[in-house]
C-alpha cells in the first residue's frame, strides 16, 4: 500500500514537472496576445483619427479606450509594464509580460505625448482608461495621451 502511494506522488510529481513549463509559456502566450489584439485595435481606432481629424491647438479630436493588463494567473502571465512613447517620429506601444517577453505597436504615424511631457507608463494589472487627442504643436500633429481619472504615470 505504501509503495503505492509513494510511486503516485512520484508520477504526480514527475507529470507537474513537465507541464508547468508549458503552461507557463502558454500563460506568456495569452498575456501577450492580449496585448497584441487591444493594442491592434487602438492602432486602427488611432490611425483612422489622426487620417481623417485636423489637429487643433485646443480640444478637438478625442478617443477614450480601455485597456486591460492582466493580472498573473493560472491561465496568464502578468502584463508588467505597457508604454506609450514616440519611436524615430511615431507613436508606439510597447509591452512586457512577466520578465522575458516584450512586444510594440505601431499606434499612429505621428508622436505621442503624455499629458505632462514624454512617456505615459502603466503598471498596475486591471483596467486603464485612456483618453488621446489630436493636437497641434508648432504646426505638427501630435497625439496627447492622458489617464481619466486624474492620475499620475505609475
Same mark, same amino acid.
Given at each position: 500500500?505504501?509503495?503505492?502511494?509513494?510511486?503516485?506522488?512520484?508520477?504526480?510529481?514527475?507529470?507537474?514537472?513537465?507541464?508547468?513549463?508549458?503552461?507557463?509559456?502558454?500563460?506568456?502566450?495569452?498575456?501577450?496576445?492580449?496585448?497584441?489584439?487591444?493594442?491592434?485595435?487602438?492602432?486602427?481606432?488611432?490611425?483612422?483619427? +489622426? *487620417?481623417?481629424?485636423?489637429? $487643433?491647438?485646443?480640444?478637438?479630436?478625442? &478617443?477614450?479606450?480601455?485597456?486591460? %493588463?492582466?493580472? /498573473? =494567473?493560472?491561465?496568464?502571465?502578468?502584463?508588467?509594464?505597457?508604454?506609450?512613447?514616440?519611436?524615430?517620429?511615431?507613436?508606439?506601444?510597447?509591452?512586457?509580460?512577466?520578465?522575458?517577453?516584450?512586444?510594440?505597436?505601431?499606434?499612429?504615424?505621428?508622436?505621442?505625448?503624455? +499629458? *505632462?511631457?514624454?512617456?505615459? $507608463?502603466?503598471?498596475?494589472?486591471?483596467? &486603464?482608461?485612456?483618453?488621446?487627442? %489630436?493636437?497641434? /504643436? =508648432?504646426?505638427?500633429?501630435?497625439?496627447?495621451?492622458?489617464?481619466?481619472?486624474?492620475?499620475?504615470?505609475?
Amino acid at each position: 500500500m505504501i509503495l503505492r502511494v509513494v510511486l503516485a506522488v512520484a508520477l504526480t510529481a514527475a507529470l507537474l514537472s513537465a507541464a508547468t513549463p508549458a503552461m507557463a509559456e502558454a500563460g506568456v502566450d495569452r498575456a501577450d496576445s492580449a496585448m497584441d489584439r487591444q493594442l491592434g485595435a487602438l492602432a486602427s481606432d488611432l490611425g483612422a483619427m +489622426v *487620417g481623417t481629424d485636423d489637429p $487643433t491647438a485646443g480640444r478637438g479630436a478625442r &478617443h477614450v479606450t480601455e485597456l486591460r %493588463l492582466p493580472d /498573473r =494567473s493560472l491561465t496568464s502571465a502578468a502584463v508588467t509594464r505597457v508604454r506609450f512613447a514616440t519611436r524615430e517620429g511615431v507613436a508606439v506601444a510597447s509591452w512586457r509580460v512577466g520578465d522575458e517577453r516584450t512586444g510594440h505597436t505601431r499606434l499612429a504615424g505621428v508622436p505621442v505625448r503624455a +499629458v *505632462g511631457g514624454g512617456t505615459l $507608463t502603466l503598471r498596475e494589472p486591471g483596467t &486603464h482608461r485612456l483618453a488621446f487627442e %489630436l493636437r497641434s /504643436r =508648432s504646426g505638427d500633429p501630435v497625439l496627447r495621451v492622458a489617464r481619466l481619472g486624474g492620475e499620475r504615470d505609475a
